[in-house]
């Protein structure tokens, strides 16, 4: 079956009301019934609990407690690299941004402007740029590292779709991350602007970030936009960003000629949070 095919079923279903129920779902404090859910999660996708710095699963009290988990600390030393990867998961694509276009997967691309909401000012300065699409699948540690020292100007929510954005259906749906509902965060840094934008997906019952916790819900019909020109939030390489209920994408933006990615990395290759991604060049 090919993939345009296998992804056709996600136009029919009502994603936002499955998101919505998945959001109530994990956010339930049901005593047992919540503790049994996370056991067969675990044992589902294999989830390495002896990272955890909590690695109890019946002293969680919801799903998301869980599922937003702390490592311990020594669970993911930092590389001496200029930009260390932000999350675990696989690598989606990354590499050259050419011209404003964006490599999703074979025969689909997708604009900067479209994934920042349109904004053209903020699109030009990754011209000619660099990308990094990164998925954390169901089993990774679901919170999101800065990958360098940034201080934070902007943050923008997106609105969009909800398509699952596994492998499959990256293959499948033209433009999936410049369509599904996003935040953009904008930073500036030693080298230039930075942009990490975190993709929801269907089941994905919101996105958080530290300096403003849940951006959604609630979901909003249009653009929306915080700036932040007066306020020093300073992140640090490896520091917190933010955190996804439930699994999702992270896409960064790079402006051109900045940086060597790691000579290791491959598209669908695993990837763990602390490790080299990039030096300067």
Known sequence: ?????????????????????????????????????????VGRYDVNMAEAANPDIASYSSFNEFFTRALRPD?????????????????????AIEDDQIFQAKGHKFSTTALVGGDQALAAQFQHGSFANLYLSPRDYHRIHMPCDGKLTRMIYVPGELFSVNPTTARGIPGLFARNERVVCVFDTASGPFVMTLVGATIVGSMATVWHGVVNPPRHDSVKEWTYADQDIVLKKGDELGRFLLGSTVVMLFPKDKLHFNDSWQPAGPVRLGETMANLK
């Open 75 to 95: 669970a993911r030393p930092l590389a001496n690299a200029d930009f260390i990867c932000p999350v675990d998961g696989r690598i989606s694509q990354f590499g």
């Open 1 to 41: 079956m090919s993939d345009r095919l296998a992804v056709l079923p996600q136009y029919l279903l009502p994603k936002g009301a499955l998101t919505n129920f998945a959001g109530r779902v994990a956010g339930a404090k049901a005593g047992a019934m919540t503790t049994r859910l996370i056991r067969w999660f």
